[in-house]
């Protein structure tokens, strides 16, 4: 059984620039939350979708976006990045209640 | 809003010795909470959770802990640590109407001294 799975692993990116990072959540799961987590801290709530639906949202700019595909993947998008979008950015998966799954993460760095 | 405080952002421990990572937490409703563990250039594995139930939560590793609502708290204990658990460790919390939307801490790096 596959976990949660996020792809890419690292990349590379420009200030100004838009990324997309996915996620395919764990078998069963169907909640798919994100999360950032900078350098030395913990990881920060961004937002979570269920039903393909963004069900709640923390506190990030409207810069941050994401999707729900019917298959309950996820996608995170981030437009006209800054150098303090760099981070880990963290995929959890979940059902309705825990555990709550964590992928790998995609390490992004702006510069 | 729901908050995590983890003191002491290094902690050291001789290998074998006790390791003891303090968590306490704030919450208006009943806590679900969590420890994560993190190691280099990796994501997040649980360790333990607890929910309902019975307040000693045992996980893997050696790892336990113990739920303490008069305390608010939710300190992590193994009895002989070794080198393998040296890592970062999360305490989360969430509750049955956050759908599952965790608040960490921001984190105890664990040194194990050989």
């Known amino acids: 059984d596959a976990g949660v799975t996020q792809s890419p692993t690292h990349l590379i990116k420009t200030r100004g620039q838009q990324v997309t990072l996915r996620c395919s959540p764990k078998?069963?799961?169907?909640?798919v939350s994100w999360y950032q987590q900078a350098l030395g801290q913990g990881p920060q709530f961004i937002f979570q979708?269920?039903?393909?639906?963004?069900?709640q949202r923390g506190n990030f700019p409207d810069r941050f976006s994401g999707h729900q595909f019917p298959n309950y993947s996820s996608e995170l998008n981030v437009n006209a990045l800054l150098l303090g979008d760099s981070a880990l950015y963290l995929c959890?998966?979940?059902?309705?209640?825990?555990?709550?799954?964590f992928g790998e993460g995609s390490w992004l760095t702006v510069v | 809003a729901q908050s995590v405080t983890q003191l002491g952002s290094h902690v050291s421990v001789s290998e074998g010795a006790l390791v003891l990572l303090r968590c306490n937490y704030s919450?208006?409703?009943?806590?679900?909470l969590f420890w994560y563990v993190q190691y280099p250039n990796q994501g997040l594995q649980l360790l333990l959770k607890y929910t309902t139930g019975a307040t000693l939560v045992k996980g893997i590793n050696g790892f336990e802990a113990e739920f303490k609502k008069s305390e608010t708290s939710f300190h992590l204990t193994k009895p002989s640590a070794h080198m393998s658990d040296a890592a970062e460790y999360f305490c989360?919390?969430?509750?049955?109407?956050?759908?599952?939307?965790?608040?960490f801490g921001k984190g105890n790096q664990v040194v194990v001294i050989p």
């Open positions: 959890a998966s979940s059902r309705s209640t825990p555990p709550i799954y």
């Open positions: 078998s069963g799961h169907d909640t």
């Open positions: 989360a919390v969430s509750d049955l109407y956050g759908n599952n939307r965790l608040a």
């Open positions: 919450s208006s409703v009943p806590p679900y």
């Open positions: 979708y269920y039903e393909e639906e963004e069900r």
